[in-house]
């Protein structure tokens, strides 16, 4: 796992490890990383993070902080962070840990078919887990 | 021997580890006023988070703060007037009062107060950050915390300071005029003239540098601990108690200073 945590810069991680400010709304989480990154407004960049939220289907989680979040819209928040960040990997370390809560690799499929993103997609996880993505 | 050798070991460790905090201070003040200076670093999300600060630090509390101000205020004044009449130094109470609680006392408890309120939570604040890696997830977004989090909390702590205390000096002022010359405007003349001769440019000068080394003080010492927590859960009370106690003697030691520049 040492080498999940190592990956270069232009790679976007959703990880346990890297978890969502606490004391921040989902929205204001995602919407930091177009003001520092690109100089974005406020409003705009607010404006952006909804419009992602929205598409991947869970609106409703943007007034929400971490404490209050199910481990499913913390995860759904983490993705929709990594995916504003706009690099061309994407990497989901270890699912099963942040989504004990629903059937992970359905819940990671239905929201992969849902995001626009061109670059791609890696899950890495446990071998024994092999088994629960064979659907 | 063994005993000497331990000693002069343990002592030697302690005076580096001071040496090192010292350092680690100094280095990341250094930086934060670098970054200070950037127009980069002020754009809105920055700026909204200085607001905050100020608005938690310093409004929030104003009420609260105004009264205890007032109380602090209206008791030392009656203590100073009552013993000046004892003494026959009557002429001599609006100057002993502005003196002592304008320029020493109100900027030190402010310090105190913002310290215990503000200072405390910082420092859990960014102790419990750096334990959960809140820190490390931010640069990995190229969020950069120094600007988003830390030098938010150095601006809104020293304008927060200051304030408080200018408001408080202020209030002390208009509680010395009414407990000496009580509702009556023949004492304003001698009242201002007192003023003016106290607060010259250079006490004028120096208690808005005190107090904004107090405030630097109550917010650069509570980050600074902060970030030298280690990644442990049950490390967070001892990082706390460590930099509330190393903000204790900081703003002791401005106290002292400034009182041995002024009177010394």
Redesign the interface.
């Known amino acids: 796992m040492a080498a999940v945590a190592a990956l270069p810069d232009e790679v976007a991680r959703v990880a346990l490890d890297l978890p969502l400010r606490a004391n921040l709304s989902a929205l204001d989480n995602i919407a930091l990383i177009p003001i520092y990154q690109r100089h974005f407004r406020v409003g705009e960049s607010n404006q952006q993070a909804q419009q992602l939220l929205d598409h991947l289907g869970h609106a409703d989680i943007a007034p929400l902080r971490d404490p209050d979040m199910t481990p499913a819209q913390r995860f759904v928040t983490k993705l929709a962070r990594a995916l504003i960040l706009k690099r061309p990997r994407l990497v989901i370390d270890r699912p099963g840990a942040m989504l004990y809560d629903v059937p992970y690799p359905t819940f990671i499929r239905q929201l992969a078919a849902r995001a626009e993103m061109t670059g791609t997609w890696e899950i890495f996880d446990f071998s024994w887990n092999q088994a629960l993505y064979k659907e | 021997m063994n005993f000497l050798a331990t000693s002069i070991e343990s002592l030697g460790a302690k005076v580096v580890g001071w040496f090192t905090v010292g350092y680690g201070m100094f280095a990341f003040l250094v930086q934060a006023s670098l970054l200070l200076l950037e127009p980069a670093t002020w754009?809105?999300?920055t700026f909204?988070v200085v607001v905050k600060q100020v608005y938690f630090t310093a409004v929030q509390i104003l009420h609260v703060f105004l009264g205890y101000a007032l109380v602090i205020s209206w008791l030392i004044i009656s203590i100073i007037l009552s013993t000046a009449r004892d003494f026959g130094l009557t002429e001599f109470a609006s100057e002993m009062t502005i003196r002592v609680l304008v320029l020493e006392l109100l900027p030190f408890l402010t310090a105190l107060f913002v310290a215990l309120r503000s200072g405390s939570a910082i420092n859990t604040?960014v102790a419990?950050?750096q334990v959960?890696?809140?820190l490390?997830?931010?640069a990995?977004?190229?969020?950069?915390p120094m600007?988003?989090e830390f030098l938010p909390r150095l601006v809104g702590g020293v304008v927060s300071v200051v304030t408080l205390a200018g408001l408080a000096g202020l209030l002390a002022l208009l509680m010395g005029y009414l407990a000496i010359y009580g509702m009556n405007a023949a004492g304003f003349e001698p009242y201002t003239q007192t003023i003016a001769k106290i607060f010259d440019f250079k006490i004028v000068a120096g208690l808005v540098v005190k107090c904004a080394l107090f405030g630097l003080a109550v917010t650069l010492i509570p980050v600074t601990a902060g970030l030298e927590t280690p990644k442990k859960l049950f490390m967070v009370p001892v990082s706390v108690l460590r930099g509330m106690m190393r903000v204790f003697f900081a703003i002791v030691a401005i106290e002292v200073v400034s009182l041995a520049l002024k009177y010394i």
Not at chain 2, 140 to 144: M, R
């Open positions: 754009n809105r999300a909204d604040e419990l950050m959960n890696n809140e490390d997830a931010l990995h977004c190229k969020v950069p600007q988003f």
